[in-house]
């Protein structure tokens, strides 16, 4: 058994309607505590990376390991319009700042999740969270299939690693792991602002055959072509995995970020984006990274993170 700490589900409370009977259920009616026996129907597993070891080693502003809390607070009161299953496996914490320990318990979660049957989402958390995502997914997959990495970002996250990771690093590393084990990296970075990215990130994504599109390109206009791109990048690949860092939305949708989008992505072009992903039928696992509810302005930014999992599970 991996080292989690026990599902609290006293996180999930909130409104009732009686007088509408069934059709008035809201997530905190329906979300069960995962049964770590491995006996429950297949569904959407939540697991929280309680952690943002990574942003402070990237010198960004923490606060973003008290995201899958306020993550779930703001899904509790969420109407239901889902036909499967939802559990709650629980946190993993990272409060010692051993991030690669977290990263091998997330692997570990992930891979079980999966294992049986599960849709895992993964709420972070700095987007260190990505490593010990794909690793999760990675373990389960063992090399059957190519895996293809979407992440809506304003940044690559492709930084080196050089002593340590951080919430820079995680592509980075994971096209490390991909060569040491001779399988393609095959990632797509959906909404990079150039202003963020020094040209070493840019000249690191073309060598290692990123996809990407500025954020600048990301506009309803726009909205065919990129389907049709994505369409592409989805026909080489057997599974997906969707990492969403919420600074690729514009600061006025989410400030509450580490570092808020002088432009961003609006959410007309990334939910139909997501919705095209997840009509492929190759989604395997998503995660939320980089929400910083200290740094939230009347909870404006978890209520994005709560719709942006609603789209993620319907």
Request: proline share 5%.
């Amino acid at each position: 058994m991996d080292k989690f700490n026990p599902v609290d589900m006293s996180v999930w409370q909130g409104r009732q309607d009686p007088e509408d009977g069934e059709l008035a259920l809201r997530w905190h009616d329906k979300v069960q505590p995962w049964p770590q026996a491995g006996s429950a129907a297949p569904g959407v597993a939540l697991v929280g990376f309680a952690c943002d070891e990574g942003v402070r080693r990237n010198k960004g502003r923490v606060g973003a390991a008290g995201a899958p809390l306020a993550v779930r607070k703001l899904l509790a009161n969420s109407t239901w319009h889902l036909g499967r299953p939802v559990y709650d496996s629980g946190d993993v914490h990272c409060e010692d700042g051993d991030l690669d320990a977290a990263h091998g318990r997330l692997a570990e979660r992930v891979a079980r999740l999966l294992d049986e049957g599960h849709f895992p989402l993964v709420l972070g958390g700095g987007h260190e969270v990505a490593f010990g995502s794909w690793s999760g997914l990675n373990r389960h997959l063992a090399g059957r299939g190519r895996v293809g990495i979407i992440n809506f970002d304003a940044h690559f996250d492709l930084r080196m690693k050089l002593e340590q990771a951080s919430s820079g690093t995680p592509f980075f590393q994971i096209a490390e792991q991909c060569a040491a084990q001779g399988s393609p990296f095959t990632y797509a970075c959906l909404g990079v602002a150039e202003t963020a990215n020094t040209q070493a990130l840019f000249a690191r994504a073309e060598a290692l055959g990123v996809w990407h599109v500025l954020d600048e390109a990301m506009t309803p206009a726009e909205l065919p072509a990129l389907l049709s791109r994505l369409d592409a990048f989805i026909a080489c690949c057997d599974h997906l995995y969707l990492t969403i860092d919420l600074d690729v939305l514009p600061a006025a949708v989410m400030p509450g970020v580490s570092a808020p989008a002088a432009r961003g992505v609006e959410l007309a072009v990334i939910e139909p984006l997501i919705a095209h992903i997840r009509a492929s039928g190759k989604l395997r696992l998503a995660d939320l990274a980089e929400y910083n509810p200290s740094l939230d302005q009347d909870n404006r930014s978890a209520r994005v993170a709560a719709r942006l999992v609603h789209q993620l599970t319907k």
